[in-house]
C-alpha cells in the first residue's frame, strides 16, 4: 500500500516512473525461461509499439538516443545534405545528424508550443536539403499534416523523434502514419518506461528494419534472429571462405541492443498506458486551470487543435515584464521538495560543443534564445497524486503572494 503523502516532505516529481509487482514478476518470469537477449517477448513489444505509433515494424534497441542514430543511419542520405531541425532539441535528436556527416538546418521554435516553426521550416529548404528530423517537444504532437505535405512537395525524409508521444494523436490517428521514420523511447522519466530505458526505431519498408536490426547489432550480416540453420549461417563468403553471417559484417555498426528483460517489463507498462494517460490528462488540466489565473506572469502550453496530447511535463514561459525571477522561483519549489528542470537545452547553439559546428541558421532563433532564458517546467505525470498537485499549486500560490 502507498503510504500517505507528505507535504513538504515527501519530493513531487517532475517526472517518475510507475511500476508495480506486475512487472517485477514479469521480468522474474522472463529470467526464470533463461534468455536474457532479444526474443519472443522482444518481438512481441516491437509488434505493439510499433502499432501504437503507426508503423508495421519496430526495432527495439538500448535507448531512445541509440534510435534516432539508426533512424539517421537508415535515411541513407548522400554525405552532407542537410537536414533541418530545431534549435530548441535534445543532442539525442541532433547528434545523429552530425555523426553521419550531414549538415543541420536550424529553425526557431515556438514559444508555448515548443515545437518546430513550421512556417519557417518550409522557407528553409533549398535544393540541397533532404530529410527533416523534427521532435515532438515534451510530447507536444506538431501538425503532421503540414509536415506530410510540405516533405511530399519538396521529396524530403520525415524523420520524427517520438520519445515522449506515447498514445498521443493526431486528428485521431497515431503520427506515425505521417512520417516516413519514427523513434520513440522508454527512459525512466518517459511515459512508459522499459526497465529505465530503451528505445525503438519503427517504419513501414522491411528492408529498412532488417538494415536497422544489422545497425544494432555491430553491423553483422546476420543480426540476431534466434536462428541456428547452419546453411543460412554459412551462406556467405569472406576471402573466398565459406564464412558465417553472424559474424560477417558489412555494415560499420554499434552494439544497441536491449534485453528481453526490458521488453517483458515494457509489455506491462503498455498495458497501463491508457490509465497514465489519463492521469497525465487529469494533472495537465488541472495545473492549466489554475495557472490561467496569472496570464500577466505566464505563458501555458498549446496544442494543436487536432493534436491529442499527454505532455511529459508541465512548460511554462515567464512573460517577458513579469516581476517573477526563474531562478528565484524554482529555488523556492525546490526548497518546498517539488522537482524542476529546464525545457532541454533551450538553444542547443549557445551549448559548448555546438558552438561551432558546420550549420545554416534559418531566420532568427528568438523563441529558442526565449525558451533557453524564460522557461521551465513541472510534473504533470502519472505518479502525482491530485493532493500532491494541489500541494504543487499551493506553493505557486505563495510565491506569487509574496511579490
Known amino acids: ?49 510499433a502499432a501504437l505509433f503507426g508503423k508495421q515494424y519496430g526495432l527495439f534497441v538500448n535507448s531512445g538516443s541509440s534510435a534516432n542514430q539508426i533512424a539517421m543511419d537508415i535515411a541513407n542520405l548522400p554525405k552532407g545534405s542537410e537536414v533541418i531541425t530545431q534549435a530548441c532539441t535534445f543532442p539525442a535528436t541532433l547528434n545523429p545528424i552530425l555523426v553521419c ?39 507536444n504532437i506538431n501538425d503532421m499534416e503540414r509536415l506530410r505535405a510540405i516533405c511530399d ?19 485521431g490517428r497515431p503520427p506515425g502514419l505521417w512520417s516516413d521514420i519514427t523513434t520513440t523511447s522508454f527512459y525512466a522519466s518517459h511515459n512508459i518506461t522499459a526497465g529505465g530505458a530503451g528505445g525503438m526505431v519503427m517504419v513501414n519498408n522491411p528492408d529498412l528494419i532488417r538494415e536497422a536490426k544489422v545497425y544494432r547489432d555491430w553491423g553483422r550480416a546476420l543480426p540476431e534472429n534466434n536462428d541456428e540453420d547452419i546453411q543460412q549461417r554459412f ?16 555494415k560499420i555498426g554499434y552494439n544497441f541492443k536491449p534485453t528481453e528483460m526490458q521488453a517483458a517489463f515494457g509489455l506491462v507498462q503498455l498495458k497501463k498506458l491508457p490509465y497514465f494517460n489519463t492521469i497525465r490528462a487529469r494533472n495537465f488540466n488541472k495545473i492549466y486551470q489554475f495557472l490561467s489565473q496569472y496570464p500577466e506572469h505566464f505563458i501555458l502550453p498549446q496544442t494543436h487543435p487536432k ?33 524542476t528542470r529546464l525545457l532541454f537545452t533551450g538553444n542547443i547553439l549557445h551549448h ?8 545554416r541558421i534559418h531566420g ?40
Open 1 to 49: 500500500m502507498t503510504p500517505p503523502f507528505v507535504p513538504g516532505h515527501d519530493r513531487v516529481f517532475y517526472a517518475k516512473a510507475v511500476f508495480d509487482q506486475e512487472e517485477i514478476d514479469a521480468v522474474v518470469q522472463c529470467l526464470n525461461q533463461g534468455w536474457l537477449g532479444p526474443g519472443p517477448i522482444t518481438e512481441e513489444f516491437e509488434n505493439k509499439v
Open 101 to 139: 556527416g550531414h549538415f543541420p538546418v536550424f529553425v526557431d521554435s515556438k514559444v508555448g508550443a515548443y515545437d518546430i516553426d513550421i512556417d519557417q521550416l518550409e522557407a528553409a529548404v533549398t535544393e540541397k536539403t533532404k530529410a527533416i528530423f523534427i521532435s515532438h517537444a515534451i510530447g
Open 153 to 171: 512537395r519538396h521529396k524530403l525524409l520525415f524523420i520524427e523523434d517520438s520519445c515522449d508521444t506515447h498514445g498521443s494523436l493526431f486528428d
Open 235 to 250: 551462406s556467405y563468403k569472406l576471402n573466398n571462405e565459406d564464412y558465417d553471417g553472424k559474424f560477417y559484417h558489412i
Open 307 to 339: 493534436a491529442t496530447v499527454y505532455w511529459l511535463a508541465f512548460p511554462i514561459t515567464l512573460r517577458d515584464g513579469s516581476p517573477i525571477v526563474r531562478r528565484n522561483l524554482l529555488t523556492y519549489l525546490e526548497r518546498n521538495r517539488i522537482q
Open 352 to 359: 559548448e560543443p555546438y558552438q561551432n559546428i558546420p550549420c
Open 364 to 403: 532568427t532563433l528568438t523563441g529558442a534564445d526565449t525558451i533557453l532564458k524564460r522557461t521551465f517546467i513541472i510534473g504533470c505525470n502519472h505518479s502525482l497524486t491530485e493532493e500532491m498537485v494541489d500541494y504543487m499549486l499551493n506553493i505557486i500560490k505563495q510565491y506569487i503572494e509574496q511579490l
